[in-house]
């Protein structure tokens, strides 16, 4: 046996092999990375689909269910907020209805020139004779509201309610007409009273015929509304 020709032959042939084995190890590592990158697409498309619809879509759900769950108080909140509504529309009401009775009964500045000439008339009507008319001061009457502060070293503003307005007047004549005239002026639709009264009785005079005549000095009040803001709030007080 020939041992240099069976070794050469044998070299060619592991030669043949292996250069015969190396396309089939190729064509098994293919379906491998075939099965890799569709594996990768599916796990790409399954994020995705949790990232940008499953996640959010569930946060959607649960707000929903949480605003579900707040329908009935929130029933009850709307409930209590109309009956808080309907309580404040009646004082609102009821307001409107005593400031439409006060502005009826109160006056305002062009009546207040008419109530003086007013009075004098009906004095004459029952032949009283006006022997003084003197206005006096109007006086603030404030309202219940807490004043307002104005910073330190300035007085706080308080809100006027309305202002008290008096008038002193003098009447000479006949008693009786001076009841008249008294029961006409509270008859009047604005609201007049009555602050203080003296009656004192004339000296008999046959000559003048003054029987029965008195002189009566009454202080008289009323009431009127603030015109404007600066009226409204009046520093101190």
């Known amino acids: 046996m020939d041992l240099n020709t069976d070794i050469g032959s044998l070299f060619k042939g592991l030669g043949r092999k292996?250069?015969?084995?190396e396309p089939e190890a190729a064509g098994r590592s293919v379906p491998h990375l075939k099965q890799?990158?569709?594996g990768l697409i599916i796990v790409a498309v399954v994020a995705a689909y949790l990232f940008f619809y499953y996640l959010p879509e569930q946060k959607r759900?649960?707000?929903?269910?949480?605003?579900?769950?707040?329908?009935?108080?929130?029933?009850?909140?709307?409930?209590?907020?109309?009956?808080?509504?309907?309580?404040?529309?009646?004082?609102?009401?009821?307001?409107?209805?005593?400031?439409?009775?006060?502005?009826?009964?109160?006056?305002?500045?062009q009546e207040l020139e008419d109530l003086y000439r007013n009075i004098s008339l009906l004095a004459l009507t029952y032949e009283l004779l006006v022997a003084k008319l003197e206005k006096g001061e109007e006086s603030p009457v404030f309202s219940d509201k807490p004043p307002i502060e104005q910073g330190e070293g300035i007085p706080p503003k308080k809100e006027v309610a309305f202002y008290k307005i008096e008038v002193q007047f003098e009447f000479v004549g006949d008693y009786i007409s001076y009841t008249?005239?008294?029961?006409?002026?509270?008859?009047?639709?604005?609201?007049?009273?009555?602050?203080?009264?003296?009656?004192?009785?004339?000296?008999n005079n046959a000559e003048a015929n003054s029987d029965g005549v008195v002189q009566i000095s009454t202080t008289l009040s009323t009431y009127r509304f603030p015109n404007s803001e600066s009226e409204k709030f009046v520093s101190g007080g």
């Open 18 to 21: 292996k250069s015969g084995s």
């Open 36 to 38: 890799l990158i569709f």
């Open 61 to 109: 759900i649960r707000e929903n269910e949480e605003m579900i769950s707040n329908i009935p108080m929130i029933r009850e909140e709307i409930l209590q907020l109309d009956r808080q509504i309907l309580v404040l529309q009646g004082e609102l009401d009821a307001g409107k209805s005593r400031f439409e009775e006060l502005n009826r009964l109160f006056h305002n500045k």
């Open 180 to 203: 008249y005239f008294r029961r006409d002026l509270a008859n009047q639709k604005k609201i007049i009273n009555i602050e203080r009264e003296q009656i004192s009785a004339q000296p």
